[in-house]
């Protein structure tokens, strides 16, 4: 078996060891004689993987007992629009603050929930240029966010995966203080490889096949308060009430994907939690850059050093046949996933919990030999 150096955005690579549990449960999950995702989601054999799950995130990221941990289906997308839906309504405001095109999504749907609700959505865009040739290249400083005291919640992209830039958690480009105005944020590809605190805010969701498991589950980690305020008039699948009043279990739960989410985490547990997962993604992250500072006359980073993501590094080559080439040779040395996305091009490493410190180092030398000789 030869597993290839998978720098893919999402769905991603997942640790090797939790794919191994998978394979060997897989037939015989806990001496059950079936599989897990044979089993009724309401017996013992999956509720004790999902409540594990929900467990291992409380954890791991010391989710305080104000807060719901849900499971939901219909990934981070599906979010874009169930937030809007619970907390907006008439004559009320949501902020969004856009730093790249997963907010620009979020905010599509928070209008057309807005106009239905006869609720407003006010924007503050870091994009620069127009159409195709939009740019995002930073987080704002929070001194630069305008916050609106009467908004029902402010929307942020805690890292926007296709333009590689992330708010680091309490440095120059922070998270934004809202004061009382609850933050809500898209942290689908940054959950999970850092300590933050999520007192600050009140909702965080996440689709999990960027960093903690498979596509078709997303995490939503949503304060008590937020729950109970959200709107009844809509329809009960939509309603955080239901899913939190459920345990996640008001109807069939993704529980294949459920249980790959435990086996990443507790993957995850076992290699020292977030503090520890934090030091190696940030030496990755200098090692990746640091190649790219060296080079300058070779790799271009486009994103502005204070905002630059450890998660999603992006980067232009002199040329576009150079880029084609670059990911050509790389594949051939058995690194796949560098494509940029189609809407910006270029170079695109994503490098979640599961890629290692030796995956990024390979790579590093192999873009330090590719500039060398060509
Ligand atoms: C991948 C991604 C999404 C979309 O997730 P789906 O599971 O496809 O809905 C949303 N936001 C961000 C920041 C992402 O990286």
Known sequence: MSRKINFNAGPAALPLPALERAREEMLDFAGSGMSVMEHSHRGKEYEGVHDEAIALVRELLGVPSSYEVLLLQGGATALFAQIPMNLLDKGKTAQYLITGAWGEKALGEAKLVSALFGANVAVQSLGVGEGKEKKYTRVPAPSEVKVDPGASYLHITSNETIHGVEFNVDGSRGFPATGAVPLVADMSSDFLWRPFDITKFGIAYAGAQKNIGPSGVVVVVVSKELVEKGRKDIPKIWQFRTHAENKSLYNTPPTFGVYMVRNVLSWLKGQGGLVKVEEVNRKKASRLYGVIDKNPQFFRSPVEKESRSVMNVVFRLPSEELEATFIAEAKK????????????????????????YEWVDTLAGFMEEFARVK
Do not use: D, E, T
Not at 333 to 356: E, F, P, Q
């Open 333 to 356: 040395a058995g690194m796949v996933g560098l494509k940029g996305h189609r809407s910006v091009g270029g170079i695109r490493v994503s490098m979640y919990n599961a890629a290692s």
